[in-house]
């Protein structure tokens, strides 16, 4: 399997080099309610006032604003339409280094990655990955403060779009 996946991902790699795009299809996709070691919540308000109160609420805290990625502008870009998608990325350094200085690869979740999503119906959704199932993912077992500080700091800051 891991074989045919292997040529899968080089076979796909040789079309977009030789600029041939992957068919698209399209039928919306199912969206899941759910994602391993993913947490989510509803927004109150719209998908734009959901961006703003959350980097309005990272800079309150003091807290480190890296980039924001407008999904949705680069699968226009595509010439794919996309659902409102924006992934914005925060962090605290000397927080988050505790992460890879017990695991490098911890690297691959920090900075804080919050996703904000409209799903079909126009609801708006805000997720992160759970610092828990983080915690697990890379077997670190000496930085149970340091996630919990995470874990909460998220779940703050997420909170700044759930309640009027």
Request: net charge negative; glycine share 8%; charged share 20%.
């Given at each position: 399997m891991r074989i045919q996946t292997t040529l899968m991902g080089v076979a796909l790699a040789a079309l977009i080099h030789a600029g041939v795009a992957p068919p698209v299809s399209a039928a919306p996709v199912p969206v899941p309610a759910v994602a391993q070691g993913?947490?989510?919540?509803?927004?109150?308000?719209?998908?734009?006032?959901?961006?703003?109160?959350?980097?309005?609420?990272?800079?309150?805290?003091?807290?480190?604003?890296?980039?924001?990625?407008?999904?949705?502008?680069?699968?226009?870009?595509?010439?794919?339409?996309?659902?409102?998608?924006?992934?914005?990325?925060?962090?605290?350094?000397?927080?988050?280094?505790?992460?890879?200085?017990?695991?490098?690869?911890?690297?691959?979740?920090?900075?804080?990655?919050?996703?904000?999503?409209?799903?079909?119906?126009g609801k708006v959704w805000v997720a992160w990955t759970d610092f828990g199932w983080m915690a697990k993912r890379y077997d670190i077992t000496d930085r149970d403060a340091a996630f919990a500080m995470a874990a909460t700091v998220s779940a703050s800051i997420a909170g700044s779009t759930t309640s009027r």
């Open positions: 993913v947490i989510r919540v509803q927004s109150a308000y719209g998908f734009d006032e959901t961006v703003a109160r959350i980097k309005a609420d990272v800079a309150a805290k003091g807290i480190r604003f890296f980039d924001e990625i407008d999904q949705s502008q680069l699968a226009a870009g595509a010439d794919i339409s996309l659902r409102p998608s924006k992934l914005l990325l925060f962090g605290n350094p000397p927080l988050g280094v505790q992460f890879l200085t017990a695991n490098p690869y911890a690297g691959l979740d920090w900075p804080v990655r919050m996703l904000v999503v409209q799903d079909p119906d």
